[in-house]
């Protein structure tokens, strides 16, 4: 496609875009006809994936955006309005994830672990929110968890409860932003079929945890992708501040 062509296509931007969730994320957004910015903590990874998807640059483009730092949030934002339009959608994707028993949890990992997933979501609703609110429109999706509902299985405390103040945040900034054009959900997978599990998890002890899923199988992450691509649409404006469960039915409400 010609930088011309490209012109007229939607800009997502998603966090953690170098690897995993958020790269399948970034891959279908982009398949869906948007211009996505693939941002990481790690830069050049997420120049790397970019340059998988569009060698030309023309509608994929990688971004260095630590989540911890706000500055990066605006820079992004700037670079992207500059270089091609104010994006229509956000995927707050990044996260560490970390398993550490509770009683062993040091306060800096506690804190860590917080301001990477929960206060860099809400500097990327914060940001990005605003900018969208300005320009009347746009859709915020935010990766919360099972585990922020039932307390987690295998992953740990702080990141259990990160993702439970995700699914609240959500809830704020949807309010806030909902008479100006601008929706915000959460998606709250149980655990998917990605490399992040299988590193985290034993291969015996995910054996016996898959057998416990009521669908007897791990989430397919490119499922995940697709209702992110979905909650983005124009269409879904009726849809916000709702967390979608896809959790094999380990959690029902
Ligand atoms: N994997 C699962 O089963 C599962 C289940 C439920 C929810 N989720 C959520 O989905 C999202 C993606 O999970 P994943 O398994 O792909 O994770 P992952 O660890 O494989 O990838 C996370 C990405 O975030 C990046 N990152 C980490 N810290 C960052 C920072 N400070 N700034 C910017 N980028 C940073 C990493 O470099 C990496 O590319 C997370 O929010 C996670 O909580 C995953």
């Known amino acids: 496609m010609s930088d ?39 830069g050049e990874a997420a120049q790397r994936a970019a340059a998988e998807l569009d060698p030309s640059g023309a509608t994929a483009c990688g971004l260095a955006l630590d989540v911890l730092q706000r500055g990066h949030f605006e820079a992004a934002l700037d670079r992207l309005r500059n270089a091609w339009a104010v994006p229509q959608v956000l995927v707050n994707n990044a996260a560490l994830t970390l398993t550490t028993p509770v009683m062993q949890i040091t306060p800096e990992e506690f804190s860590q672990v917080l301001d990477i997933n929960l206060r860099g979501t809400f500097l990327g609703c914060q940001v990005l929110g605003q900018a969208m609110a ?13 585990a922020g509902q039932n307390g987690g299985t295998a992953s740990g405390a ?36 990605l490399p992040s599990v299988r590193a985290a998890v034993p291969a015996e ?22 209702l992110v691509v979905l909650l983005a649409s124009a269409e879904a404006d009726s849809a916000t501040g709702a967390a979608w469960d896809v959790n094999g039915g380990i959690f029902m409400r």
Do not use: M, W
């Open 4 to 42: 011309a062509d490209a012109t007229a296509l939607p800009v997502a931007l998603v966090t953690g875009a170098a690897a995993g969730l958020g790269r399948h994320i970034a891959e279908e957004l982009h398949a869906a006809g948007y211009r996505v910015a693939l941002s990481d903590r790690d």
């Open 134 to 146: 300005e320009a009347g429109f746009g859709r915020i999706v935010n990766l919360a968890s099972l």
């Open 205 to 226: 002890r995910l054996e016996q945890l898959t057998k416990q899923i009521p669908v007897q199988r791990l989430g397919n992450p490119r499922f995940i992708a697709r």
């Open 158 to 193: 702080h990141y259990a409860s990160s993702k439970a103040g995700i699914l609240t945040l959500t809830k704020i900034f949807a309010r806030e932003l909902a008479s100006r054009g601008v929706t915000v959900n959460a998606v709250a997978p149980g655990p998917l079929e």
